[in-house]
């Protein structure tokens, strides 16, 4: 089901986040998880080419991210929660690199929607640089959203369609979804 689609059917009770954390199938897989959210689509944004395949993002050449977009319901999460979920479950101090990803398109970003998510995404980075929270400086690109192409089909649900016959899903993202639902478990859907 779309974004569009979800957000014809919910009106008005639905708002938008679209952000870059590296790989979109660790992203999209985390995310689903939360009470609130209606929907992740892994996609593409950031970039100049437009309807931009994954084999052209993945040489770096079309400035895109690979990112997620979300649909959520702000009375059962807010932006603020969604940013503090994002800023756990990667390195946000990592320049165009997440684990064994290297590139632009696994930059971490957050492309906001409008003045309010901006301020939030700011101020949020700010305070993470002051507490000294991390040991470097977060280097996460905040960036007006522009446009969003969703990827290709068996991107996703990735994980849900490929967890018992691809390593990748065993190895890299089974545990990190399970640290997440361990710090997140009062957010998740299933409560």
């Given at each position: 089901m779309t974004s569009s689609l979800i957000n014809a059917q919910v009106g008005d009770k639905t708002d938008t986040a679209t952000f870059a954390t590296g790989c979109f199938w660790c992203t999209e897989a985390i995310f689903e998880e939360l009470n609130g959210v209606l929907s992740v689509t892994s996609g593409y944004t950031g970039g100049t080419v437009a309807n931009p395949t994954y084999k052209e993002v993945c040489t770096g050449e079309?400035?895109?991210a690979e990112c997620v977009q979300i649909v959520y319901e702000p009375n059962k999460?807010?932006?603020d929660e969604l940013l503090e979920?994002?800023?756990?479950?990667?390195d946000p101090t990592s320049l165009n690199r997440q684990g064994a990803d290297v590139g632009t398109q696994y930059r971490s970003a957050i492309f906001y929607h409008n003045d309010e998510q901006k301020q939030k995404a700011e101020y949020y980075k700010n305070e993470l640089n002051k507490s000294g929270a991390y040991d470097k400086g977060i280097v996460?690109?905040?960036a007006a959203f522009s446009k969003f192409y969703p990827a290709e089909d068996y991107h996703q649900e990735y994980y849900e369609n490929n967890k018992n016959s691809n390593p990748y899903c065993s190895v890299v993202i089974r545990p990190k979804l399970e640290k997440?639902?361990?710090v997140f478990a009062k957010k998740l859907k299933t409560n």
């Open positions: 079309t400035g895109h999460i807010t932006f979920v994002f800023f756990e479950v990667h996460t690109e905040i997440f639902q361990k």
